[in-house]
């Protein structure tokens, strides 16, 4: 069963999304006219503007949301992969999925903002599940959407993000094999984890958004300092990795192994799963912020996948390249993921090294609990088709924290294939959704460039801007 599941799963990433999800975000990169790169600096500006009404989520708490989740385990032990398979060349195309992949994330969130609804308590909701239902006029196909995010990033990602997490501390004395814990040490790591994230969620959305604010910049800060410290002890490499990462971009002699094995498909690959965008997830983040105009919050969450990739996952890659650690181990292997990065990290920082990787791995991880969580609880309310009364929620919450204490536990592999399966089937409902309404996200952006070349600070009016349906803001 397992195996039929990979191989469904090998055959949707390396065929079918990759063709959906490139073309979609070149669409969209040359309908915005290059976004991406034009608007970077305007994207920045915005993540520090206040909230549009007191006390609502800011553009820079969304940002962070949607970063928790992006930013995880995959920006350490995946591109550690990619460049141990497909070399320094990877890198390249990770950038170029990124600059696609950017436009992408612009439209589906700026259309989670303009279909976005109003919550009991005065927050704001909404994701491809609502902008489904309501512009589309397919709430079926909304429901589906909010059932399969839910069981990905819950059912799905969190187990492996929980056991992944309890692998990287599996070789301290407390958690290893020679733990002195008279029962398993997963029992004990699956609880610590649970209980964290427990104290997390029950706060509600304003409190996750709140902790997401704190952790992700600590975080990514701490991290990229740690790799500027491994590429400065080995500056004079630097210039050499650069020239080698265009130059294998193109090398032809890479499709020797077969064009799946090659730099361009692993780099594509990593900057696909890596980035997200398109799939649907970061737009459930988006909704909650409270802006003045729809595509400010697209042009902060097009930012959010430049962090990711441009910044975390490139950093990840040029501190692997430039450290001349070589990609066997000891014996003989290849190394490959976490233990090639320790390997790394351990010629800068010594017997430090490894615990320093293991610390990001844990820290990465706990965000991308707290990230994937924020985007099922918003897919919630469609799947129970009513506002959730506290004790409903309460529950899923629950349940969410169980699923991080199994995840700890045991190995789901099963479960983690068809996870990977699910989130196809998100691409395959949210990309063409985005691409029929695209056009509204699009008119929104022409709306806003020609307010701001007009000095104004842009304010959006849904039927001017071609919107019929009802919507709960932007009247």
Known sequence: MNTVLEQIANYLYTYVLIV???????????????????????????????????????????????????????????????????????????????????????????????????????????????????????????YLFAVCLILTYVGGFNLVASYTMFESISTTKLFGPDSPLPFQPSVLAGFLLAAALGLAVYGGVKWLANVTAVLVPFMAISYLLLCFIVIGANITSVLDVLIAIFRQAFDLSAFGGGFAGSAIMLGIKRGLYSNEAGVGSAPNAAATASVSHPAKQGLVQMLSVWIDTMVICTATALALLCSGVGGLGADGTVLKGAPYVQAVWQSVFGALGPHLVTAALLVFGFTTLLGNYFYAEANLRIVLRREPSEPARNVFRLLCIIVVYLGANAQFSVVWNAADIIMGVLVLINMPSILVLGRHALRALQDYRGQRRRGRNPVYVAADNGVTETTDYWR
């Open 20 to 142: 959906i999800l490139i073309g979609g975000g070149l669409y969209f990169f040359l309908r915005t006219r290059a976004l991406p790169l034009v608007m970077l600096p305007e994207a920045v500006r915005l993540v520090r503007e206040a909230p549009a009404e007191q006390g609502a989520v800011s553009s820079f708490k969304a940002l962070m949301v949607s970063t928790a989740s992006r930013v995880g385990i995959g920006n350490i032990a995946g591109v550690s992969t990619a460049i141990a398979l497909g070399g320094a060349g990877a890198v390249f195309w990770m950038w170029v999925i990124a600059l696609l992949g950017a436009a992408s994330a612009f439209v589906e969130s700026t259309l989670a903002q303009i279909y976005k609804r109003r919550a009991q308590d005065g927050t704001s909701y909404g994701g491809p599940a609502y902008y489904i239902a309501t512009a589309l006029r397919k709430p079926w196909l909304g």
